[in-house]
């Protein structure tokens, strides 16, 4: 079967699973070995059909999160949009696509998160912090305090407990501060210096600005953001690593 993945997570995932991949969004950089030699169709929220058809998929694979709507109603050939915003679901959707393309290793990923979130969250430690890059600025008092996740700068953006990455830091054990009418929230930075601020290395580029976050005084640490917000096989591997296998 040949797929047209729009979805970086999921590109890596197949590939990983051995299933081909025929096309790709230029954010889907891993595995960098394989999908160097993958045409690039667009990103992830726009895409050059005519490519698409030239490659003669059997498959477009989009998220609900990931895409815009409108990239499945114009899509010409035939779409399978997988809906993945928690571990739930990314279970769900991992045991879905192993019977779709009749891959065993996908459905072995599935009932190995199935186990994991079965054990229940993680004691979170700010000792301990999961894919920690770097302190910001330690905290002064000793926690534990509310998590606030941050994605971008200008204006500045944070995630709702409603998110992918919510719930993946929600399993590892963390307050995440909830944000009932947005899962994509505008904040103001300066009200949260109570928090446990996470600045997450993409897609804004935290951990390239860390002076620039210290002359500011704000404490808190840069995080891996692929670690918490690529879902499939990287988002398995890293929770398997926590969980200490």
């Known amino acids: 079967m040949r797929i047209v993945s729009m979805v970086p997570s999921w590109t890596e995932t197949l590939l990983r699973a051995g299933i081909p991949v025929v096309g790709r969004t230029r954010f889907c950089i891993h595995p960098a070995e394989l999908v160097k030699n993958i045409p690039i169709v667009g990103g992830t929220k726009e895409v050059q059909w005519d490519i698409v058809q030239d490659l003669k998929p059997d498959l477009v ?17 035939p779409y399978l949009a997988t809906d993945v915003h928690s571990l739930a679901t990314l279970q769900f959707e991992l045991q879905r696509l192993g019977t779709e393309f009749k891959n065993q290793q996908l459905i072995t990923w599935s009932l190995q998160l199935q186990a994991i979130i079965d054990r229940g969250p993680l004691h979170w430690s700010e000792e301990n912090i999961p894919g920690l890059i770097e302190w910001v600025i330690s905290p002064m008092r000793p926690g534990p305090r509310p998590v606030l996740y941050v994605i971008w700068k200008k204006p500045w953006m944070a995630i709702s407990r409603e998110t992918y990455i919510g719930s993946v830091l929600k399993q590892l054990g963390a307050d995440v501060i909830h944000f009932p009418e947005e899962k994509y929230p505008v904040i103001e930075i300066e009200d949260f210096r109570e928090s446990l601020i996470l600045f997450s290395s993409e897609p804004y580029p935290f951990h390239k600005k860390i002076e620039d976050l210290r002359k500011e005084g704000l404490a808190g640490a840069i995080v891996d953001g692929e670690s918490y917000s690529w879902f499939g096989i990287r988002s398995l591997e890293f929770l398997r690593k926590c969980y200490g296998h």
Not at 61 to 77: F, H, T
């Open 61 to 77: 694979l989009l998220d609900k999160e990931e895409n815009p709507l409108e990239m499945a109603e114009e899509c010409p050939c």
